[in-house]
């Protein structure tokens, strides 16, 4: 007897489940029902599902891992319509567009990701985006995000030439893009100019979306980062703050180890009890830039820890999942340093030697201040 198939009902059922593993696990099993029935339309939109859920909720590993199969069924059925479900897209096109602009900000996330392979998916972006009648708004905009840092030339010249373009359909929201500008001249250090900007975010002008503090916490996100990096902990603080008040299930907004970064240097105590509840989420972490980040700063933490305590040791409820486990609980500090500055700087020497830069290297030199 032939299964029964109804892509709508395994919509609604996986709808109702916590984001996280069930779901995708349940949305995976919508895929294999999907494909099974040569459903075109919903292998897609299925597909694009759980891009949304690794996008939003994961580590992006398995867009990465799926996207490249919605291409390819894309490519093979051109025609394919949308669903009931996204009739807000002209056809599965315009949605895969949509959902292909986040594949391109995670070529900056995984240095697995070639270069070369990098380019072929930009390009690739610009031509379909092109072909569907598109402009290249969004194109520059994350041209832009992969450059900053590691080529400081490339990425001003691909964020001017994103300004300089009309918005279309397949561009972000205005207050995602608002968020863009913003980030961009705090990090040019021109604060007044992004604060005039950043306006329309604070009084909830602009929205992204159904969400009403999605962009806002965007930008609470970015003033945190700008204080971090300039080293003005108070005033990070106070967005710290902000920010953990308003923590939710969104991966983008667990900003738990950039609380550490600050704490670290306001409050070692606040510092230590966030080490301890989220070391084991850290340790599993399949992002590499994450990876990267949170590492540096949990050496960040241990260094200070090491400057401040009078003993060389300290006792921690760790569990035998973790590399250096001690059945004692004693741990040298030194020795966590070592073990944490160890992993951000194999991923900085990766990410460098995919984008044949040293920024990784002297990022994690400088903000460790370490010599080399």
């Known amino acids: 007897m032939e299964d029964f198939y109804n892509p709508e009902e395994l919509k609604h059922a996986y709808d109702k489940l916590e984001h996280g593993k069930a779901r995708a696990d349940a949305i995976r099993s919508a895929i294999e029902k999907a494909d099974a029935h040569e459903d075109t339309a919903f292998r897609?939109?299925?597909r694009l599902e759980l891009c949304e859920e690794s996008?939003?909720?994961?580590?992006?590993?398995?867009?990465?891992?799926?996207?490249?199969?919605?291409?390819?069924?894309?490519?093979?059925?051109?025609?394919?319509?949308?669903?009931c479900f996204n009739k807000g897209y002209k056809d599965a096109m315009d949605h895969i567009l949509w959902v292909y602009k986040w594949i391109l900000s995670t070529c900056s996330e995984f240095y697995q990701i070639p270069m070369a392979d990098c380019m072929k998916f930009f390009e690739d972006f610009k031509r379909r985006s092109q072909a569907y009648g598109y402009n290249l708004r969004p194109y520059y905009e994350h041209l832009y995000d992969f450059y900053d840092g590691i080529d400081p030339a490339k990425a001003e010249e691909a964020f001017h030439a994103f300004e300089q373009l009309p918005?279309?359909?397949?561009?972000?929201?205005?207050?995602?893009?608002?968020?863009?500008?913003?980030?961009?001249?705090?990090?040019?250090?021109q604060l007044e100019r992004a604060q005039e900007l950043a306006e329309d975010i604070e009084n909830f002008t602009l929205r992204c979306g159904s969400v009403r503090q999605a962009a806002w916490l965007r930008l609470k996100s970015h003033y945190m980062s700008h204080w971090l990096s300039e080293g003005k902990y108070e005033e990070a603080e106070k967005y710290c703050r902000i920010l953990e008040r308003q923590t939710t299930r969104r991966t983008e907004f667990q900003c738990w180890d950039d609380f550490l970064h600050c704490y670290t240097y306001r409050d070692m105590g606040k510092a230590l009890r966030i080490y301890k509840a989220h070391w084991k989420d850290w340790q599993e972490e399949r992002n590499p830039l994450s990876i990267y980040g949170i590492n540096k700063n949990i050496a960040r933490f241990f260094k200070k820890l090491q400057e401040e305590r009078k003993t060389g040791t300290i006792k921690l409820p760790l569990d035998a999942s973790f590399p250096l486990y001690r059945e004692s609980g004693q741990y040298k500090i030194d020795d966590l340093y070592r073990?944490?500055?160890?992993?951000?700087?194999?991923?900085?020497?990766?990410?460098?030697?995919?984008?044949?830069?040293?920024?990784?290297?002297?990022?994690?030199?400088e903000d460790l201040s370490i010599i080399v």
């Open 55 to 83: 996008e939003f909720y994961g580590d992006s590993m398995d867009m990465l891992v799926v996207f490249p199969e919605v291409l390819a069924i894309a490519d093979r059925y051109p025609d394919t319509p949308s669903t």
């Open 167 to 189: 918005r279309d359909g397949n561009c972000n929201c205005k207050a995602c893009e608002r968020n863009v500008t913003v980030n961009f001249y705090l990090k040019g250090g």
């Open 339 to 365: 073990y944490y500055y160890g992993r951000a700087k194999e991923v900085a020497e990766r990410f460098d030697q995919r984008n044949g830069s040293d920024y990784y290297r002297n990022n994690l030199v």
């Open 44 to 46: 897609i939109y299925f």
